[in-house]
């Protein structure tokens, strides 16, 4: 994975002065500030870092899509901490953690994995036997923020209109539209998307997958799964699969909730976090 300069790290933003480490991964098309409100519920007894995975927010971007060239990325960044911490991983995010976790165990006390498991996913969004179902909305989402003309791009407004037609549920767009920026003022002022479109375009398929682990790989701390109720990315097949990774396992289903867990039940999100927090601190 080649990014603009060796030396360039994630971007990362911590909340707290005090206490254990908890470190946030974004899933596709997020970044760390995603987190805040669940970071602002913690940061009073923990140091919270939220980190912009590469391709997204204000890391940097790369040449190709890789979910073990991702986990190194965070795992080097958890180095830098001098001391484990609990990772908390969502969709994309959640892979690149459970990669992480999985190759180098020393780094965390604990993992939390949000919405989704360690499989290969289909073109279609959930993994349901209805052939009704909708394929993965998330080319469309690429396609609609590609086609947006930038240079006469007005508002912000203007935008949100014009993803309609692709992202009808105002709660994904105006999660979309968190990484559209304008930089410069009045008449200047340029809009720019902090997403490699092109990139994550390319290589979508990658992200559906899930590399073999290598062998023998498990992680024997705890781990908490965080499911949508109304999501199907974590199916009851699922289960045979994530125990055998991670043995020490346990799925919370969260009611009202599909596969943007903490943004549609942040409340419930944050007192299952803690809980599960409380528990492998002490």
């Known amino acids: 994975m080649t990014a603009n300069s060796e030396d360039e790290r994630l971007h990362a933003r911590t909340l707290g002065s005090a206490g254990p480490r908890v470190v946030f991964v974004h899933g596709l098309f997020g970044q760390g500030k995603n987190w805040t409100t669940i970071a602002k519920g913690l940061a009073a007894d923990h ?140 008449a200047d002022g340029g809009w720019r998307w902090r997403l490699n479109l092109e990139l994550l375009g390319r290589d979508l398929g990658e992200l559906r997958g899930f590399p073999e682990p290598p062998p023998g790989a498990r992680y024997d701390g705890p781990v908490l799964w965080i499911a949508g109720a109304t999501s199907h990315y974590v199916l009851p097949g699922d289960r045979a699969r994530m125990e055998e990774l991670f043995p020490n396992t346990r799925l919370v289903r969260v009611k009202n909730a599909g596969h943007w867990v903490h943004s549609e039940q942040p409340e419930v999100f944050l007192e299952t976090v803690k809980r599960f927090l409380e528990r492998v601190e002490h």
């Open 47 to 186: 140091r919270v870092t939220l980190l912009d995975l590469p391709n997204h927010g204000h890391s940097p971007w790369t040449d190709r899509v890789d979910y073990v060239d991702m986990a190194e990325l965070v795992a080097a960044e958890l180095r830098s901490f001098g001391e484990p911490v609990t990772l908390v991983g969502h969709s994309m995010g959640g892979k690149v953690s459970m990669q992480l976790a999985l190759r180098h165990p020393e780094l965390l006390r604990a993992l939390v994995v949000v919405d989704i498991a360690p499989v290969e996913y289909p073109v279609t969004g959930g993994r349901t036997d209805d052939p009704d179902e909708e394929a993965s909305p998330f080319a469309a989402y690429i396609e609609a923020m590609g086609a947006l003309d930038l240079d006469r791009l007005r508002t912000r407004e203007d935008a949100d209109a014009a993803l309609q037609a692709a992202v009808p549920s105002r709660m994904v767009r105006s999660f979309l539209l968190q990484s559209l920026v304008r930089e410069g003022a009045g």
